[in-house]
């Protein structure tokens, strides 16, 4: 099955600096990889998400790169503000399946902006 | 929450207990899971539904039950419960496309 490996498992920046984080998957075959954002005492929170037949996706200040070859994607934070601290998690599927698409994610990073 | 509902939402129970945790949706997607959360591990898969009736186990499906008689619930079943089971679970829900979305958990204290 899918093994997906995250690093750094914390991550503390300086708020207004660029923070980025790494996952690694293992089964060619995926093709769909989404990042969470998991706030205390809450579910996770889809905030961006990126398809195998692109390279690069961004959102406002959030980044998420993907190469195939290497079978690795990463997630950036630009301009970093306090309330980007949360754990993130990455994940990633085999899409288009009728029975529906299993997740199967990293271990988490938990980010620190220091004002 | 994208309309997804968990009840409990904490609970503690004993050991060799059966416990029943619920989710419930809003939003008529044909795809519900349920993940469990450790220190650790990140969130692992126990099962999913991918319509009413059709069920199928994931990554951790040991110890755990579900079932899912209406689009809007997924019912999760620990038959007897041990500490092991300690954790945090999550219901998720998707339309198809990819996109999971998360309920906002239930604690689950076995003692």
């Known amino acids: 099955g899918e093994n997906v490996e995250q690093h750094p498992s914390t991550l503390s920046v300086q708020e207004g600096d660029s923070a980025v984080i790494k996952c690694t998957y293992s089964?060619?075959?995926?093709?769909?990889f989404p990042w969470y954002k998991q706030e205390l005492g809450k579910g996770p929170q889809l905030i961006i998400d990126?398809?195998?037949?692109?390279g690069e996706k961004k959102d406002q200040r959030i980044a998420v790169t993907l190469n195939k070859t290497a079978k690795h994607f990463s997630l950036h934070i630009t301009e970093t503000q306090p309330e980007d601290s949360a754990v993130y998690f990455c994940?990633?599927?085999?899409?288009?399946?009728?029975?529906?698409?299993?997740?199967?994610f990293g271990t988490g990073t938990r980010l620190a902006v220091r004002p | 929450d994208a309309g997804i509902t968990q009840s409990p939402r904490h609970k503690v129970t004993e050991t060799g207990t059966p416990v029943t945790l619920r989710c419930h949706q809003t939003e008529n997607h044909r795809y519900m899971y349920w993940y469990r959360q450790d220190p650790g591990h990140g969130l692992r898969l126990i099962h999913y539904s991918y319509g009413v009736k059709d069920t199928d186990k994931g990554e951790v499906s040991d110890g755990y039950s579900v079932s899912r008689s209406k689009t809007e619930d997924f019912l999760l079943t620990l038959e007897s419960a041990t500490s092991s089971q300690t954790s945090v679970y999550f219901c998720?829900?998707?339309?198809?496309?990819?996109?999971?979305?998360f309920g906002p958990g239930t604690r689950l204290t076995v003692t």
């Open positions: 994940a990633a599927s085999i899409r288009g399946k009728s029975s529906g698409d299993k997740l199967t």
């Open positions: 998720a829900i998707s339309g198809g496309l990819g996109e999971q979305y």
């Open positions: 990126i398809r195998s037949n692109v």
């Open positions: 089964d060619s075959a995926s093709n769909y």
